[in-house]
């Protein structure tokens, strides 16, 4: 799969683009009209607050107007229409805030103040709009995709990438004579295709297709359905236009979305610093003692797991076992000889799992999600079964709701477990939430202060 890395740092940088010009206006528009509190640094600090609002009140009506959430295909007239829509609930929301608080920072003269927010903010974001179709147009900020598949629907779609080069596709042809899925596997790697573009009216048998999706998946690989004009019954996918030609584009995770990521993010920062240097700060000394003058050995165990995407990572935790060559191969057997008896205690309180809030800070890891695995266990299931992948479109979580549920997945029929195990980590990606978020961490305080029956 083509890797993305730039887009979520480009919605950054506009985002805070964003934000800079809301500041700057609001600052020049209190200065403007309270000269004698300009100096005033009490002043100051009390408006620090209201300017956190502000981006708060605007990030989070982000989520709902889609401001952020550009399309290659968006039109200009969509785009206007949604920051048009975003800015009026902006400024209703500042009015309803002044007039609660009587706050001077609210209370500036509203007219002006909206005026000034709107074209300078309108600017920017023209600006960036085309600015971002013009380097698309030059091959900068391109999708590789594919279609498979001939017929009068994808040649018609085709016709339009080749014309709208601001849209920023660029199509490879697969001129194999057989559709064999290996061979697509290779051909989707050797050109790094992002996205597979697959006709709903096609020649291919059923096990072929289902083989296609299932490898499309596995691989990171987009796959868009290309419906004729008279089918209409058409289920997990989004229906989408791109110029007159419509298009099934597989349906979008809640993560996808930036607002959420950004939410999800926000909190995972904040809440592993907290962790860190109110807990950590004076647990890790002693449970460092406890390991040393107990086992010999390094305090921490550091294993490389599949993170976001499947990209390898170093997961940091707490030894709980004798060293071994076996740590990286073999799973926790039930009274596994290997587990010191600190080790037993960290297990079944979760502790050992405590370092991995540096896995957090670093990117690496999120509070919540799914449980990532040793290389090995992913290795052996990711063929065997279905969606398992879909455990890597999140990053991997310190605790989740399959673990909240007890299903670890390494005890009694490890394989019928296993399965429940991923159904449960799907779920969850498919329908997060902030609120599910809080309800796993809740839920897992509640196991380590009590104790995990299912920790081995």
Same mark, same amino acid.
């Given at each position: 799969?083509?890797?993305?890395?730039?887009?979520?740092?480009?919605?950054?940088?506009?985002?805070?683009?964003?934000?800079?010009?809301?500041?700057?206006?609001?600052?020049?528009?209190?200065?403007?009209?309270?000269?004698?509190?300009?100096?005033?640094?009490?002043?100051?600090?009390?408006?620090?607050?209201?300017?956190?609002?502000?981006?708060?009140?605007?990030?989070?009506? @982000?989520?709902?107007?889609?401001?952020?959430?550009?399309?290659?295909?968006?039109?200009?007239?969509?785009?206007?229409?949604?920051?048009?829509?975003?800015? !009026?609930?902006?400024?209703?929301?500042?009015?309803?805030?002044?007039?609660?608080?009587?706050?001077?920072?609210?209370?500036?003269?509203?007219?002006?103040?909206?005026?000034?927010?709107?074209?300078?903010?309108? =600017?920017?974001?023209? =600006?960036?709009?085309?600015?971002?179709?013009?380097?698309?147009?030059? *091959?900068?900020?391109?999708?590789?995709?594919?279609?498979?598949?001939?017929?009068?629907?994808?040649?018609?779609?085709?016709?339009?990438?080749?014309?709208?080069?601001?849209?920023?596709?660029?199509?490879?042809?697969?001129?194999?004579?057989?559709?064999?899925?290996?061979?697509?596997? $290779?051909?989707?790697? &050797?050109? /790094?295709?992002?996205?597979?573009?697959?006709?709903?009216?096609?020649?291919?048998?059923?096990?072929? &297709?289902?083989?296609?999706?299932?490898?499309? /998946?596995?691989?990171?690989?987009?796959?868009?359905?290309?419906?004729?004009?008279?089918? @209409?019954?058409?289920?997990?996918?989004?229906?989408?236009?791109?110029?007159?030609?419509?298009?099934?584009?597989?349906?979008?995770?809640?993560?996808?979305?930036?607002?959420?990521?950004?939410?999800?993010?926000?909190?995972?920062?904040?809440?592993? #610093?907290? =962790?860190?240097?109110?807990?950590?700060?004076?647990?890790?000394?002693?449970?460092?003692?406890?390991?040393?003058?107990?086992?010999?050995?390094?305090?921490?165990?550091?294993?490389?797991?599949?993170?976001?995407?499947? $990209?390898?990572?170093?997961?940091?935790?707490?030894?709980?076992?004798? #060293?071994? $060559? &076996?740590? @990286?191969?073999?799973?926790?057997? /039930?009274?596994?000889?290997? !587990?010191?008896?600190?080790?037993?205690?960290?297990?079944?309180?979760?502790?050992?799992?405590?370092?991995?809030? =540096?896995?957090?800070?670093?990117? &690496?890891? @999120?509070?919540?999600?799914?449980?990532?695995?040793?290389?090995?266990?992913?290795?052996?299931?990711?063929?065997?079964? *279905?969606?398992?992948?879909?455990?890597?479109?999140?990053?991997?979580?310190?605790?989740?709701?399959?673990?909240?549920? *007890?299903?670890?997945?390494?005890?009694?029929?490890? /394989?019928?477990?296993?399965?429940?195990?991923?159904?449960?980590?799907?779920?969850? #990606?498919?329908?997060?939430?902030?609120?599910?978020?809080?309800?796993?961490?809740?839920?897992?305080?509640?196991?380590?202060?009590?104790?995990?029956?299912?920790?081995?």
């Amino acid at each position: 799969m083509q890797r993305i890395r730039y887009s979520r740092y480009l919605k950054s940088i506009i985002i805070l683009l964003d934000l800079v010009v809301i500041a700057s206006i609001f600052i020049f528009f209190f200065i403007s009209r309270n000269e004698d509190l300009k100096y005033d640094q009490e002043t100051w600090y009390q408006n620090i607050f209201s300017l956190i609002l502000l981006f708060l009140f605007w990030m989070l009506l @982000s989520g709902r107007t889609k401001i952020y959430n550009i399309p290659r295909n968006l039109t200009y007239t969509l785009f206007l229409e949604r920051l048009l829509i975003h800015f !009026i609930l902006f400024i209703i929301g500042v009015l309803l805030i002044g007039k609660v608080s009587y706050n001077v920072f609210f209370n500036s003269d509203i007219y002006w103040l909206s005026f000034y927010l709107f074209f300078f903010i309108f =600017i920017i974001k023209s =600006i960036i709009f085309f600015g971002i179709k013009y380097l698309r147009s030059l *091959g900068i900020n391109y999708r590789n995709v594919m279609f498979l598949g001939k017929n009068s629907s994808t040649e018609i779609l085709r016709n339009i990438f080749s014309e709208r080069t601001d849209y920023g596709y660029r199509i490879f042809n697969y001129t194999h004579p057989d559709i064999n899925p290996d061979k697509l596997v $290779e051909f989707w790697k &050797e050109n /790094e295709i992002h996205t597979l573009f697959l006709s709903t009216e096609n020649s291919l048998s059923e096990n072929i &297709e289902n083989e296609i999706f299932k490898r499309a /998946e596995a691989s990171k690989v987009h796959v868009s359905l290309i419906p004729s004009i008279t089918q @209409s019954d058409f289920f997990l996918y989004d229906l989408a236009y791109i110029q007159t030609q419509p298009v099934l584009n597989q349906a979008r995770y809640p993560l996808d979305y930036f607002a959420n990521y950004l939410v999800k993010r926000t909190f995972d920062i904040i809440f592993s #610093v907290l =962790i860190l240097t109110c807990i950590c700060s004076w647990l890790f000394p002693i449970i460092a003692i406890l390991i040393k003058i107990t086992t010999k050995g390094p305090v921490f165990f550091l294993q490389k797991r599949y993170g976001f995407h499947e $990209e390898v990572f170093t997961c940091i935790k707490f030894r709980t076992m004798v #060293v071994n $060559e &076996e740590s @990286s191969t073999k799973t926790t057997q /039930e009274n596994d000889s290997r !587990i010191t008896k600190i080790g037993k205690f960290l297990r079944k309180t979760s502790l050992d799992e405590m370092p991995q809030f =540096i896995n957090v800070l670093r990117g &690496e890891m @999120s509070v919540v999600g799914p449980r990532p695995h040793m290389l090995s266990v992913d290795n052996y299931y990711k063929p065997k079964i *279905g969606r398992y992948s879909l455990r890597s479109m999140v990053n991997p979580g310190i605790t989740g709701l399959a673990q909240v549920n *007890g299903l670890r997945g390494d005890f009694g029929d490890v /394989e019928v477990e296993m399965n429940k195990r991923v159904l449960a980590d799907s779920f969850y #990606v498919r329908n997060w939430s902030f609120v599910l978020d809080m309800v796993i961490i809740l839920k897992t305080v509640l196991l380590v202060i009590g104790g995990d029956k299912n920790a081995k």
